[in-house]
T-cell receptor
Framework: RKEVEQDPGPFNVPEGATVAFNCTYS??????FFWYRQDCRKEPKLLMS???SGNEDGRFTAQLNRASQYISLLIRDSKLSDSATYLC????????????FGQGTELSVKP | DADVTQTPRNRITKTGKRIMLECSQT?????MYWYRQDPGLGLRLIYY???????NKGEISDGYSVSRQAQAKFSLSLESAIPNQTALYFC???????????FGSGTRLTVV
């Protein structure tokens, strides 16, 4: 079983749609969680951290359920510029803080 | 200038050649990492270093070696390149164990 698993893609949605990405992780020692965004053939960039109480940044909302080892990202009012691959990432504090990346879910927002 | 700089950006090399990928950072971070990315496999950790005297193997270190020449520099070597090492390679840095990473722009390596 992969340590971090994400919804298979791609997600093709119209502008203005709401889209949700799901992610599960297997290592209960995971302590920090992130969503990264990666544009085609470019480096991943931190989109947002994920906190236990849930957190929001504009149109983006992240949720964490530690009991279920589940993370989600909700994007409201999708824009063309949101088209990218979204990576779910967990931080293993008991292994010196290594980040483990999911395979990513590709999002394509169409006019 | 970028916080994390990788050189070269693109490289084509022949099977059996030795090649070095270089990474330098201006963020003052102690922790540095090398990942490779392949389609469908995501990012996989090759080596990581928590300070100049600390080098650790990641999940796919076979066929690779690294050198941490200074806090700011971490290089990855392929001693004898093979075609299945064709991939996109990323260097990353972080400040502490619970922070996210800052990535370099990547090196696209093709082994023919």
């Amino acid at each position: 079983r992969k340590e971090v698993e994400q919804d298979p893609g791609p997600f093709n949605v119209p502008e203005g749609a709401t889209v949700a990405f799901n992610c599960t992780y297997s290592n209960s020692a995971s302590q920090s969680f992130f969503w990264y965004r990666q544009d085609c053939r470019k480096e991943p960039k931190l989109l947002m951290s994920v906190y236990s109480s849930g957190n929001e940044d504009g149109r983006f909302t992240a949720q964490l359920n530690r009991a279920s080892q589940y993370i989600s990202l909700l994007i409201r009012d999708s824009k063309l510029s949101d088209s990218a691959t979204y990576l779910c990432v967990v931080n293993l504090w008991n292994q010196g803080g290594k980040l483990i990346f999911g395979q990513g879910t590709e999002l394509s927002v169409k006019p | 200038d970028a916080d994390v700089t990788q050189t070269p950006r693109n490289r084509i090399t022949k099977t059996g050649k030795r090649i070095m990928l270089e990474c330098s950072q201006t963020k003052g971070h102690d922790r540095m990492y090398w990942y490779r990315q392949d389609p469908g496999l995501g990012l996989r950790l090759i080596y990581y270093s928590f300070d100049v005297k600390d080098i650790n193997k990641g999940e796919i270190s076979d066929g690779y070696s690294v050198s941490r020449q200074a806090q700011a520099k971490f290089s990855l070597s392929l001693e004898s390149a093979i075609p299945n090492q064709t991939a996109l390679y990323f260097c990353a840095t972080s400040a502490t164990a619970n922070y996210g990473y800052t990535f370099g722009s990547g090196t696209r390596l093709t082994v023919v």
